[in-house]
């Protein structure tokens, strides 16, 4: 699932992201979403569960979500993704959003479950569950021992050379 911001009569909007610490979260910019999505679904992207699985999910699919909001601290309205968990939006003002996912996902928009917003903030970037982000840094080493291996095989058969 994927939320973007299309236009907004104000500055700020608050998002909470209300799911399980199984799903793999990411903010970043709407210009670099496409690329991100290449690079890293089924990876740093779950779920789903490896890249050749998103296939299987069916059409990824755009819907236009009109909110509307009448204060920053309280949020205005939940849009839930069945299965997957909600958006909770706080604003002052308008927005239009476009929200992302495969067709047969249900979308429902309804009044906020909790009405104040989370209390704090954080920064772009991935947020990934403990057992994705191990299986990433065991890729990682992997790749790099592999690397150094072959630069020492290298250097070897530069000195026999030489």
């Known amino acids: 699932m994927r939320l973007d911001l299309n236009y907004a009569s104000v500055e700020t909007i ?4 209300w799911a399980s610490p199984n799903v793999s979260l990411h903010l970043g910019k709407v210009e670099n979403a496409d690329e991100i999505w290449k690079n890293h679904v089924g990876i740093r992207l779950q779920p789903p569960i490896g890249e050749d699985r998103a296939s299987e999910l069916g059409k990824w699919q755009e819907r236009e979500v009109k909110v ?3 204060s920053w601290d309280v949020n205005a309205i939940d849009i839930a993704a069945a299965g997957l968990g ?4 706080g604003l002052k003002g308008e927005a239009t959003l476009a929200l992302w996912t495969y067709d047969g996902v249900e979308i429902t928009l309804r009044e906020p479950l909790v009405l104040d917003r989370a209390p ?3 920064r772009p970037g991935f947020w990934l569950p403990k057992a994705v982000s191990d299986a990433i840094g ?3 080493k992997l790749e790099s021992q592999k690397r150094k291996k072959f630069e ?3 250097d070897d058969l ?3 050379s030489a």
């Open 14 to 17: 608050y998002v909470t992201i």
């Open 68 to 70: 509307s909001g009448s």
């Open 86 to 89: 909600w958006f909770s939006l």
């Open 120 to 122: 704090f903030l954080e």
């Open 138 to 140: 065991s890729q990682s």
């Open 152 to 154: 020492e095989s290298t």
């Open 158 to 160: 530069s000195e026999v």
